[in-house]
């Protein structure tokens, strides 16, 4: 079963627009979590990150993801996107058993002028 | 930031063949690297990990003998794909943390294409 899914394979915003990515997680612990970016001809670039205390992270970016346990989501957003966002997003977890990173399928942005 | 480069960005071979590609950490010491393997629209999938001067922890279905990774300093690793198939094709990408810590900050190479003919 997949660890960390990624619901969403595709979205499209307008730039301006507001933009949220669901991401959610199977482990029963709470396991550290991610959001890196993928950019054509770059590597994955590190968003921000979550490991404990508060559940409302800032990253880089502008980009922001909230910890919810009840839901075992850790979503990322933005208020406003700008063109250069568009991109592949993906979520990723810390396995608890082995320490290994897991990465869901990701969610391509796409963003329209 | 910490930057890792591949070598090369893209490679085409012929089916039979051995391809080797290269992963550097270009301003850290990386005491360790990680492969990865990623097919179009899916996930990155972890290879391996390796430490420096130790031999690669392979993951379950990952063939250590097609798959030969070395990591002979702290700024380069290798991935050596042996006897090439078109199955092989892919993206790989390679990873580093200056730490063996799991939660350490992984930085990503570029990723290198490889198409097997």
């Known amino acids: 079963a997949q660890s960390v899914t990624q619901p969403d394979i595709h979205i499209t915003v307008s730039e301006g627009a507001s933009l949220e990515l669901r991401c959610n997680y199977s482990?029963?612990?709470?396991?550290?979590l991610f959001w890196y970016v993928q950019s054509p001809g770059q590597g994955l670039q590190l968003l921000l990150k979550y490991f404990s205390g508060d559940t409302l992270v800032q990253g880089i970016k502008g980009f922001e993801a909230e910890f919810k346990r009840s839901q075992s989501s850790f979503n990322l957003r933005k208020p406003s996107v700008h063109w250069s966002d568009a991109a592949e997003y993906f979520c990723?977890?810390?396995?608890?058993?082995?320490?290994?990173?897991?990465f869901g399928k990701g969610t391509r942005l796409h963003i329209l002028p | 930031g910490a930057v890792v480069s591949q070598h090369p960005s893209w490679v085409i071979c012929k089916s039979g063949t051995s391809v080797k590609i290269e992963c550097r950490s270009l301003?850290?010491?990386?005491?360790?690297m990680f492969w990865y393997r990623q097919f179009p629209k899916q996930s990155l999938m972890l290879m391996a990990t390796?430490?420096?001067?130790?031999?690669?922890?392979?993951e379950q279905g990952v063939e250590k003998d097609k798959f030969l990774i070395n990591h002979a300093s702290l700024t380069l690793s290798t991935l050596t794909v042996t006897s090439a198939h078109p199955e092989d094709s892919s993206f790989y990408i390679c990873?580093?943390?200056?730490?063996?810590?799991?939660?350490?900050?992984?930085?990503f190479g570029p990723g290198t294409r490889l198409t097997v003919l």
């Open positions: 990873s580093a943390t200056r730490t063996p810590t799991s939660t350490d900050t992984q930085y």
């Open positions: 390796s430490n420096e001067g130790s031999k690669a922890t392979y």
């Open positions: 301003d850290f010491q990386a005491t360790t």
């Open positions: 990723a977890a810390i396995r608890p058993r082995d320490d290994k990173i897991i």
């Open positions: 482990y029963g612990a709470t396991p550290y």
